[in-house]
C-alpha cells in the first residue's frame, strides 16, 4: 500500500495539465523582460520612451495577426480570452440592439467564458440556441444551419473543445453563417499552437485567443474583428485599440503574446507530430492496461494534444489529488470548474451520466513533455486506478472464479 | 521547534499507533485552531501527513441566511479555507480541498431538516461524523495513500486486548469532551481514526498551537452548527425547502397542557423543540416548556418544568462501540445532549439496533431526535438515537 512516494517536489511535476495553462516559454520571458525594466514607456506617450513602447506593441500585433492571416489592425488585445470571448457576444449584441428580436446561437460544450456570456445575453434579451453534440463532441453543421432563424445576429463555435480536444467544423459552419449573412464567432483559445489558423478558411468574423495557453504570460489575450463587423466596447475610458478596449496597454503581457504567437507558428508542425505522438502512447498505453478505461470524444477528429478518460467506478477528485502526491498534474475538467459539484458540462453534454464524469480525467500535453515523462506516468497511472477502484464506497470486491475483481456497485 | 511544550503527552500511547508511523495520515482541517494544530503536531514530529479540508456546504446557496458579521465563524466559508490552506502552505505539507457537498447534503442536511420537521432535534455533527467524515472523507484520505484520517476531535481511542476491540474513550479535559458525537463510529471506522488531542486540554492545545507558530492559533472558536452559523434553524429549513420547491405549510394546531386543556394555538411544529420556554405566545403565570410534540395529531403539549422529567426513553440505530454482542442489562451513565451530565441509568438491549434506557433519576427534556449515548467510567460503551 505504501507507494513511497514524499511529498510532489516542485520541478519534479510530470505536468500533463496544458490545457489549463502553459509554462511561459524561456524566449517569450527574454522578450517580455524588457518592457518590466527600462522599457517601461506608456504606449500612448508622444515621447520617446512612449514611442519605443508603441513599436513593441505593434511588433506584437504584426505577429498575432500573422498567426491567424489577419491584418494587424484586426486585432483588438484583452486581458485574455474570457475577455475576447465576452467583448466578442456582448459587444455585436450590443451594437445590434436596435434590433428588436435577437437571437444568437452557440452550443453545450463551450466554454463558461461563452455560456457565462450567453446567459448574460439572455438576461438582455437575446434567445439563445444551445445545439447539443454528437456522442463524439462535435457538433452537426446542419444542427446550426436548422437554428438560424431571420433573428440570428451571432453563432459562436469553439475551435477546439478544451476538456476533450475535439475539432469543431469550423470551416463549414463559417460558410453556412456567410450563406446566412449572421455573424461568426470562433474561440480559438485550445487550437491556436496546435493547428493552423487561417481566418478565411475558417470563414469567421471574430476569434478569441489568449496568451497562456500557448506558452505567454497570464492576463492577455486577444480578439480579432473583422473590418465592419460591428462591435460595442464593454469598458470605457481611452482611445485605446481603436476605440474599441480602453485601459493603457498592457505592454509586456502584449509583447509576450507577440512572442508566444511568432513561436506557435514556427513551431505548430513539429510540435503536433511529436506531442500527437506522444498523447497516442499515453493513450494507447492506458487503454491497454487499465479494465474499463474509455476515451472521451476519441472517435472526432481532435487536437494533438489532448485526452479524456472515463475511468469507471474510479472517482476523479480522488485521482487527481492521488496523482498529484506522485508527482503528476492533471485535471478533472476544465480548471474553472474544478471543485465544484457539477459534473462536467461538456462529458455529460457527450451522453456520460454524472457518475462516468465524475470519473474522468483530462491530461493535456504540450512542447515541454518528453518520452521519459510519458513513460514514467504510464507506470503509476494504472497503479493509481487500481488503488482508488479497491478503495472505492461505490466499488465492492467480487470473487470471479477464485480471482477478486471490483465492480462498480449500483 | 523553539521551546515546544513536549508533544509526548499528546502522542498518549494510547492514541497514536505504538510503532513510529511511517504511513501517511490525512488530517481533517477545518481552518479552526484544533486541526491545524493536529496537523502542526504532526507534521513537526516528522509525520508524513496530507491535509484535507472538506467542502460541505455552498453557503451562496441561502443569500437570505447571510445575516451581515455572521460570515466568520462558520465552516466552508472561503475564510476557513483560506486559514486552512494557510497552515498546510506555513508548515509545506500537500493540501486539498475535498468536495463533498453533496454528500453532505444527502446525508445531513436533508435528514437534519426532514428530522426537524417529524418534530425532532437532530443532531447534524454526529450525522456528519458517522456518514461524511468518517466515511466520504475516510474514503477519500485511504483512496490517496493515507493509512488514516487524524482529526481535532477532543476524544481517545484505545485498543482493548482482551476484547480486541477498538474503544472511544472520553477526552482527558471533560470540559472539551467531544466523544457524545463520535457515538455511531464503527470499529472499521475507528482502526481508521486518530484523535491527537484527546490527552490536551483546550489551554494545552492553545499553547502548543503559539510554540508551534501555527497561523490560527489566536482564533476564536465557532460554536453554531456549521451550516447554520446564525443559529436559527427554523430559518435555515424553511430557506432550505423553499430551494428544494418543497412547500411548507403553515400547520397551525392546538396547544394543550399535559392535562388536555386546550391552552392555544400554535403556528406550525417545526416552530418548536423539546423544553423550549420562550416564543410560546401566551402567559400563564409559571414558566411553561415544550413537552410534547404530537406530529400524529399537529398538537403541541406544554406543562411546568416537572412535566419535562422523565425516567425512560428509547433508543434506535445503536452504535455498540465496546461490545460485539450486548449483554442483557448494562449499568451506565447516559448523556442525552451534549453538555448533559451523564446520568445513571440501567441500559437494556431490545434488539441488536435498539434499547431501553431507565434512569435512576428524572431527566429534563429527554428530546426525541438527540444521541443517548452510555458511558462506563471514561469509555463510550455505545449510543444510539432517542426515538
Not at chain 1, 493552423?196 to 505567454?216: I, P, T
Not at chain 1, 476523479?316 to 470548474?337: H, M, N, P, V
Not at chain 2, 491535509?51 to 451562496?60: C, E, S
Not at chain 2, 455498540?320 to 437494556?348: C, K, M, Q
Request: glycine share 8%; aromatic share 6%.
Amino acid at each position: 500500500m505504501d507507494d513511497g512516494a514524499g511529498a510532489p517536489v516542485e520541478g519534479l511535476m510530470i505536468y500533463l495539465d496544458y490545457n489549463a495553462t502553459t509554462p511561459v516559454d524561456a524566449r517569450v520571458l527574454e522578450a517580455m523582460l524588457p518592457c518590466l525594466g527600462g522599457a517601461f514607456g506608456n504606449a500612448s506617450s508622444i515621447h520617446s520612451a512612449g514611442q519605443r513602447a508603441r513599436a513593441a506593441v505593434d511588433r506584437a500585433r504584426e505577429s498575432v495577426a500573422a498567426l491567424i492571416g489577419a491584418s494587424p489592425a484586426e486585432i483588438v488585445f484583452t486581458s485574455g480570452g474570457t475577455e475576447a470571448d465576452n467583448l466578442a457576444l456582448l459587444g455585436l449584441a450590443a451594437a445590434r440592439s436596435s434590433q428588436t428580436k435577437m437571437h444568437a446561437i452557440t452550443t453545450a460544450v463551450e466554454h463558461h467564458a461563452v455560456l457565462n456570456a450567453c446567459e448574460e445575453l439572455e438576461r438582455r434579451g437575446v434567445r439563445v440556441t444551445y445545439v447539443r453534440p454528437g456522442p463524439d463532441g462535435t457538433v452537426d453543421p446542419d444542427d446550426i444551419r436548422r437554428a438560424i432563424t431571420p433573428e440570428t445576429i451571432l453563432i459562436s463555435v469553439m475551435h477546439a473543445n478544451n476538456e476533450i480536444g475535439t475539432i469543431q467544423g469550423v470551416e463549414e459552419i463559417g460558410r453556412i453563417a456567410a450563406e446566412a449573412d449572421v455573424y461568426f464567432h470562433c474561440d480559438a483559445v485550445q487550437s491556436a499552437g496546435k493547428l493552423r489558423l487561417d481566418l478565411n478558411r475558417l470563414g469567421v468574423d471574430l476569434l478569441s485567443l489568449s496568451a497562456h495557453k500557448v506558452y505567454g504570460p497570464k492576463g492577455v489575450g486577444a480578439l480579432y474583428v473583422r473590418p465592419g463587423t460591428p462591435l460595442e466596447p464593454l469598458f470605457f475610458g481611452g482611445h485605446h485599440e481603436r476605440d474599441r478596449r480602453p485601459g493603457t496597454e498592457n505592454v509586456p503581457g502584449i509583447v509576450g503574446l507577440g512572442k508566444a504567437a511568432e513561436l506557435a507558428r514556427a513551431y505548430l508542425d513539429e510540435d503536433a507530430s511529436r506531442i500527437s505522438a506522444l498523447r497516442d502512447r499515453l493513450e494507447a498505453a492506458l487503454l491497454d492496461s487499465i479494465p474499463d478505461a474509455r476515451i472521451n470524444g476519441g472517435r472526432a477528429r481532435r487536437v494533438c494534444n489532448t485526452t479524456n478518460i472515463t475511468f469507471a467506478g474510479a472517482g476523479g477528485e480522488a485521482l487527481l489529488i492521488a496523482l498529484d502526491l506522485e508527482g503528476i498534474a492533471c485535471s478533472t475538467g476544465a480548471a474553472c470548474s474544478s471543485g465544484s459539484v457539477e459534473p462536467s458540462h461538456v462529458l455529460t453534454a457527450i451522453g456520460l451520466s454524472d457518475d462516468e464524469a465524475r470519473s474522468t480525467l483530462r491530461f493535456s500535453l504540450g512542447r515541454e513533455t518528453t518520452r521519459e515523462e510519458i513513460d514514467a506516468a504510464i507506470k503509476v497511472i494504472p497503479r493509481v486506478v487500481e488503488r482508488i477502484r479497491s478503495l472505492s464506497p461505490r466499488t465492492r470486491a467480487v470473487a470471479d472464479d477464485g480471482r477478486v475483481r471490483t465492480v462498480p456497485v449500483r | 521547534m523553539p521551546n515546544a511544550i513536549q508533544t509526548e503527552s499528546a502522542a498518549g500511547a494510547t492514541t497514536l499507533c505504538n510503532a513510529p508511523c511511517q504511513a501517511r495520515l490525512a488530517v481533517a482541517m477545518s481552518g479552526g485552531v484544533d486541526s491545524s494544530t493536529v496537523a502542526a503536531m504532526l507534521h513537526q514530529r516528522g509525520q508524513a501527513i496530507i491535509g484535507l479540508t472538506m467542502q460541505l456546504w455552498n453557503h451562496r446557496r441561502l443569500p437570505q441566511l447571510q445575516d451581515g458579521g455572521a460570515t466568520q465563524h462558520r465552516c466552508c466559508s472561503p475564510d476557513d479555507v483560506y486559514d486552512a490552506r494557510r497552515v498546510a502552505e506555513h508548515f509545506g505539507f500537500p493540501f486539498y480541498v475535498v468536495n463533498l457537498e453533496r454528500e453532505f447534503e444527502q446525508s445531513v442536511i436533508r435528514p437534519f431538516a426532514n428530522e426537524y420537521l417529524e418534530g425532532r432535534t437532530p443532531i447534524p455533527c454526529s450525522l456528519c461524523n458517522n456518514h461524511v467524515k468518517f466515511d466520504s472523507l475516510l474514503a477519500m484520505a485511504r483512496q490517496i495513500g493515507a493509512e488514516k484520517i487524524a482529526t481535532g476531535h477532543y476524544a481517545r481511542i484505545r485498543f482493548n486486548t482482551d476484547t480486541g476491540r477498538r474503544e472511544l474513550l472520553r477526552a482527558r479535559d471533560e470540559s472539551k469532551d467531544q466523544s457524545y458525537f463520535l457515538f455511531g463510529l464503527t470499529q472499521e471506522q475507528l482502526s481508521h481514526a486518530e484523535f491527537p488531542l484527546g490527552e490536551l486540554t483546550k489551554q494545552e492545545v492553545r499553547e502548543i498551537a503559539r510554540s508551534l507558530a501555527v497561523p490560527v492559533a489566536e482564533k476564536p472558536e465557532s460554536q453554531e452548527i456549521c451550516f447554520v452559523p446564525s443559529g436559527n434553524y427554523v430559518r435555515f429549513i424553511e430557506g432550505y425547502f423553499q430551494e428544494q420547491h418543497t412547500a411548507l405549510a403553515d400547520d397551525p394546531g392546538e396547544i394543550l397542557s399535559t392535562s388536555g386543556e386546550v391552552l392555544g394555538r400554535h403556528n406550525g411544529l417545526r416552530h418548536y423543540t423539546v423544553g423550549q420556554r420562550r416564543g410560546l405566545g401566551f402567559a400563564t403565570g409559571r414558566p411553561m416548556y415544550v413537552v410534547e410534540i404530537d406530529r400524529a395529531q399537529n398538537r403541541l403539549v406544554i406543562g411546568e418544568d416537572a412535566a419535562l422529567h422523565s425516567t425512560t426513553c428509547e433508543v434506535r440505530d445503536v452504535n455498540w462501540i465496546a461490545f460485539a454482542n450486548p449483554p442483557e442489562s448494562i449499568e451506565a451513565r447516559v448523556r442525552i445532549r451534549h453538555r448533559h451530565e451523564a446520568a445513571e441509568a440501567i441500559v437494556e438491549p431490545l434488539s441488536q439496533e435498539a434499547a431501553r434506557v431507565t434512569f435512576r433519576e428524572p431527566q429534563r427534556a429527554i428530546t426525541p431526535g438527540q444521541g443517548a449515548v452510555f458511558y462506563l467510567g471514561e469509555r463510550v460503551l455505545g449510543g444510539g438515537w432517542i426515538r
